[in-house]
């Protein structure tokens, strides 16, 4: 793997990261909802027994979602709160990643152009004198 390789992989684990906590907050904040909205029916509702039961299940699931959620958003949040600390190094990798790329290039590309006729006639042809 190359170095650019390395860098920019990541970064874009700081970026996912990011994402990642962004779509737990929400979806924690959505099951807290429908958590709620479950529990006023129930409260409030004149449902039948087998309604409730259904209702009952559902709220597993609701929770079950959430927990996952906030699992999720409490192990991102220490790297999210450093990312928050760190733009500079941040920064600083992003144009680290740019100059090792162009090195990468660089050396990729790299050829010689010969400055003397020294190898003429090495290479399987022959030199013709006049």
């Known amino acids: 793997m190359k170095n650019s390789e390395h860098i920019s992989s990541f970064l874009k684990f700081l970026k996912d990261i990011q994402t990642d906590y962004n779509i737990a907050l929400e979806t924690e904040k959505e099951a807290d909802r429908e958590t709620q909205d479950i529990l006023h029916r129930l409260e409030l509702g004149s449902d039948s027994y087998h309604d409730m039961a259904r209702m009952s299940k559902t709220i597993k699931s609701v929770r079950l979602k959430r927990r996952k959620a906030k699992d999720t958003k409490t192990e991102a949040e220490p790297v999210v709160q450093w990312i928050k600390e760190n733009t500079k190094f941040t920064s600083s990798l992003e144009r680290l990643l740019g100059e090792v790329r162009k090195a990468e290039k660089y050396n ?16 399987g042809r022959r030199e013709r004198k006049c």
């Open 108 to 123: 990729s590309n790299r050829h010689y152009t010969n400055k003397t006729d020294i190898l003429d006639g090495i290479d």
